[in-house]
Structures are given as structure tokens and as C-alpha cells.
């Protein structure tokens, strides 16, 4: 869409995509728009992770460990294809923390939002949270921000794993620890 300016002024163009139209109730009127509860809830666990970090709290160590795998959400065709081809895996646990405690390599915590707003976990979210506790990671679900704080809390009490024996070393690869 172009607008020109008044008269006599110098002409103004401004193009605006066109918007699709909301879709329509069966009454005719528009549905209301999505609300992403879980993206909501989950940004306030991260930010309540981070204040419990600043007050010194055993929980807020965990802020520098944990992040977010976004792999959710709506993407047009050809950037999810980029994505797949890039790695983007179906089923990820939304909050991998790379600290290892009780024995654990790790903990991969899928986030739900708080019943009755929460979504059903999909099959490859639950074969991924399956898989990763095969191989050695805690693997959680939790449904809300209290269950996902209680985790988190309960997670940073457990003790440090230990690695036992030597670790390996890969002969491949670029030396980064380099100065």
C-alpha cells in the first residue's frame, strides 16, 4: 500500500505489508489472539532464576548453566527446512542446564505451562526425555513455574558429580583454551 503526502508537499511513499485478516469464530466475530502461555511462564522462571543468583541463593548458580533450546513456535516452510538441515531436532527439552549433580551428567527440563493452560507432551518430547535419561541426564517435566522451580531447587542441592578416572582427550579438533 502507498500514501502520498498532501499537496504540494513532496511525495511520501510508504509501503505496508498486507496484513491476513484474524480468523473468525463461527459467530463471525475474530478469535482472540494466541497467548503463549509456556513462553511466558518460562521467561518468568528465568528471570526469578537470576534475581535468586543476585540474593546469593544455592538455586541462581544454575542461571549461568541453564538456557533455552528454541525450538518451538511458528516458522513459514523454508525456515524450518534451514532448521532441520541445521540440526533442529523435534521433541528437545525446552531448559537444558549443563551442571552435573547427584550423579547426573545434566538435567533436561521440559517446561509446560501451569495446568489448565498446559500442552500435552508430545511423543518425541517424551522419547527425548527418555533418551536423555539413558544416557545419563535427569530428565524432567514440569508442569508450571512452581513444579519448575521446586526442580531447579531441588536440583542445586544435590551434590557435584565426580568424574572418576581420567577423561579423554579428542585428538580432533581446534585447541580454544589457547591464549
Same mark, same amino acid.
Not at 511462564?41 to 548458580?61: C, D, F, T
Not at 511458528?74 to 547427584?102: E, F, H, I, M
Not at 511423543?123 to 522451580?149: N, P, R
Given at each position: 500500500?502507498?500514501?502520498?503526502?498532501?499537496?504540494?508537499?513532496?511525495?511520501?511513499?510508504?509501503?505496508?505489508?498486507?496484513?491476513?485478516?484474524?480468523?473468525?469464530?463461527?459467530? @463471525?466475530?475474530?478469535?482472540?489472539?494466541?497467548?503463549?502461555?509456556?513462553?511466558?511462564?518460562?521467561?518468568?522462571?528465568?528471570?526469578?532464576?537470576?534475581?535468586?543468583?543476585?540474593?546469593?541463593?544455592?538455586? @541462581?548458580?544454575?542461571?549461568?548453566?541453564?538456557?533455552?533450546?528454541?525450538?518451538?513456535?511458528?516458522?513459514?516452510?523454508?525456515?524450518?527446512?534451514?532448521?532441520?538441515?541445521?540440526?533442529?531436532?523435534?521433541?528437545?527439552?525446552?531448559?537444558?542446564?549443563?551442571?552435573?549433580?547427584?550423579?547426573?551428567?545434566?538435567?533436561?527440563?521440559?517446561?509446560?505451562?501451569?495446568?489448565?493452560?498446559?500442552?500435552?507432551?508430545?511423543?518425541?518430547?517424551?522419547?527425548?526425555?527418555?533418551?536423555?535419561?539413558?544416557?545419563?541426564?535427569?530428565?524432567?517435566?514440569?508442569?508450571?513455574?512452581?513444579?519448575?522451580?521446586?526442580?531447579?531447587?531441588?536440583?542445586?542441592?544435590?551434590?557435584?558429580?565426580?568424574?572418576? @578416572?581420567?577423561?579423554?582427550?579428542?585428538?580432533?579438533?581446534?585447541?580454544?583454551?589457547?591464549?
Amino acid at each position: 500500500m502507498a500514501q502520498q503526502g498532501a499537496e504540494g508537499e513532496g511525495m511520501t511513499m510508504r509501503f505496508q505489508k498486507p496484513r491476513r485478516p484474524r480468523a473468525l469464530k463461527n459467530d @463471525g466475530t475474530p478469535r482472540a489472539r494466541p497467548v503463549d502461555w509456556e513462553g511466558q511462564e518460562q521467561a518468568v522462571l528465568i528471570r526469578w532464576l537470576l534475581g535468586e543468583k543476585m540474593r546469593g541463593e544455592p538455586v @541462581g548458580q544454575l542461571y549461568d548453566a541453564i538456557y533455552h533450546v528454541p525450538n518451538g513456535g511458528q516458522r513459514n516452510k523454508k525456515t524450518a527446512s534451514d532448521l532441520k538441515r541445521q540440526g533442529v531436532k523435534a521433541g528437545v527439552s525446552d531448559l537444558p542446564v549443563r551442571q552435573a549433580r547427584g550423579g547426573w551428567h545434566g538435567l533436561y527440563l521440559e517446561f509446560k505451562a501451569t495446568p489448565p493452560r498446559d500442552a500435552a507432551l508430545a511423543t518425541s518430547q517424551f522419547e527425548w526425555l527418555e533418551g536423555s535419561e539413558y544416557e545419563g541426564y535427569c530428565a524432567v517435566l514440569a508442569l508450571g513455574l512452581d513444579e519448575a522451580k521446586a526442580v531447579l531447587r531441588e536440583y542445586a542441592s544435590w551434590p557435584r558429580t565426580q568424574i572418576v @578416572g581420567e577423561r579423554l582427550a579428542l585428538q580432533n579438533g581446534t585447541e580454544w583454551r589457547k591464549g
